[in-house]
């Protein structure tokens, strides 16, 4: 809207056109608070529904949105940066052996200090604590017995609620053929477990999540990283190529619904071709769908499981990214590898804590949980937008960035001659969390890129965090002395 309007315009449009100068010039940010419509009505001598109007117009302008409950707020910018490229390039398939910078960022992962947080999950401020901890003493309370036993087919009603739940994402379950893990991580462990053996190689998308890289490196399998698209996950077309030969992949892994670090959405039609070539080659599918609830659309994206006649896709998932990290409760839905899956899991981790899974399945039952979730997506968006538009804002020219619909991770690829374990090495110091690309891959591909989380809420010290963060960044574009910078007297990164 120009904000160069005469006194015959609408006074509605006026306000409005004020309001938007100020966004525009940068007095105000995107995803910065507005009035309320009753304090903007006070402010402008209006009436009530004049305010109304000024926001309907500024929200139609795609300028301001609404959020239920909590009023309106400047909308966020498109990006001024570009996505990252596609790489085609393939390796062979290799024996994982992990990069030592990764143990470095495992080393440091849980810095207290670090703005951001290096840990990819929601802040404790996002998550539902309290009621959580009235739920555990009234479970305590009424089940003190789950202190001295367990159940090793794990709780029916946590079951009864996954199965129930897993109907909006496309795909029917029974409870009984759910088995409850030890996080999403020992579900995709079973998975692998249940129909691949070490020497076998296991297609996966890349950059991938590097626990998942660790776990096929236990195994003592082989790794084929597929390359993947910033926006639309994993190339099919590489993919295809790649199975051709018969008995060359054994499984494949996949998150297809914003993986770490990526933050990618496969397209429906793209999934259901995924699910089909994969039958037609009898290559096991294994999903993990631990972000699928992490959408910022209208429609939850469907599983690929979705697409599966065949029972054949082993769909993993786990609450510990949307409500409980410390819960650590997962399941896994093996299809027809069920009895192995169960047998392996009674052998690895005997069963998971009762108390924990009984405590969920009535949050689920009561409406908690999916009440929480619409909080969650509103601010992860939120926060998804100010990050990105932090890093438009301070990082070099010549830097791309993902726009993820979804999740909780930015991929930023860096000028190619950047190196991220610098990045990295000097970003820590100065308490900054920033996630090197080299833990991403068994390759040196994304040696460039650094990955960012915002699963916190966006402030003033993580707007400081990013300045600097974009100044280090700048520093080594230029090849200038790799020396933690000094700290400005506003850009203070502590507590």
Known sequence: MDAAVDASTPLYQRIAA??????????????????????????????????????????????????????YFVAPRAPVLPEPLLDLRMEAPSLVNMDQVLQEFLWIVNDPLAVPSFHAQPARSLLPEAKLQALMAAVN??????????????????????????????????????????????????????????????????????????VIE??????????????DGISLEALELATRESGAVKACVLLPNFPNPMGSLMPVERKRALVQLMAERRITLIESDIYGELYFGE??????????????????????????????????APGRHFLKTQALKFRTSVACPMVTQEVLAQFIADGGYEHHLRRLRAALKTQMHQMVDAVARHFPMGCRMSLPQGGMMLWIELPRHVDSREVFALARLEHIGVAPG??????????????????????????????????????????????????????????
Request: proline letters at 6%.
């Open 18 to 71: 004020q309001i938007e100068a100020a966004i525009a010039s940068g007095a105000m940010r995107a995803g910065a608070r507005l009035p309320s419509v009753r304090q903007l009505a006070q402010q402008h001598a209006v009436s009530i529904s004049t305010a109304q109007q000024v926001y309907r117009c500024l929200e139609n302008r795609g300028v301001a949105e609404a959020r239920p409950k909590s009023g």
């Open 141 to 214: 309370r009424r089940h003190p017995e789950y202190a001295s036993r367990c159940q090793m087919e794990g709780s029916a009603a946590l079951r009864q609620e996954i199965a129930r739940r897993a109907v909006g994402s496309g795909v029917t379950l029974r409870p009984d053929e759910i088995v409850v893990t030890n996080g999403g991580l020992e579900a995709v462990y079973l998975a692998l477990r249940s129909v691949a053996a070490a020497g076998d190689t296991i297609a996966l998308e890349s950059p991938t999540y590097f626990h998942l890289l660790q």
């Open 218 to 231: 236990s195994l003592g399998m082989r790794a084929l990283e597929i390359p993947s698209h910033p926006r």
């Open 299 to 332: 429609q939850r994206p469907p599983v690929l499981k979705s697409f599966d006649p065949e029972a054949d896709v082993i769909l993993c998932s786990a609450f510990t990214k949307t409500v409980a990290p410390g819960y650590r409760i997962g399941w896994v």
């Open 438 to 495: 080299a833990a991403f891959s068994t390759t040196r591909r994304f040696d460039h890129f650094i990955r960012l989380q915002y699963g916190e809420p966006f402030t003033a010290q993580t707007e400081a965090a990013i300045r600097r963060l974009g100044q280090i960044v700048e520093r080594l574009a230029k090849n200038l002395p790799s020396t933690p910078l000094a700290r400005e007297p506003d850009a203070t990164l502590h507590v």
